[in-house]
């Protein structure tokens, strides 16, 4: 295949066309919610579920660790 100066020029200028009218699509698709949900079979006092409503409370906050 004989790749010139015009082809080179058309498929930037299309890859940079496509990746301008793209973008917003591309970033809304990343702002996506997820729910999760936990569950088990112990009693509320136990420090696995203590654990896990810290845990819970640090995330909503968004810090890790």
Do not use: C, D
């Not at 997820?34 to 810290?54: G, Q, S, V």
Request: proline fraction near 5%; charged fraction near 15%.
């Amino acid at each position: 295949m004989h790749l010139s100066r015009r082809h080179l020029v058309v498929a930037g200028t299309t890859t940079l066309l496509g990746s301008t009218v793209g973008a917003p699509f591309v970033a809304h698709a990343e702002q996506v919610k997820f729910t999760y949900k936990y569950a088990n079979n112990l009693p509320e006092t136990h420090p696995m579920n203590i654990w896990a409503r810290e845990m819970a409370a640090a995330i909503k906050q968004g810090r890790s660790s």
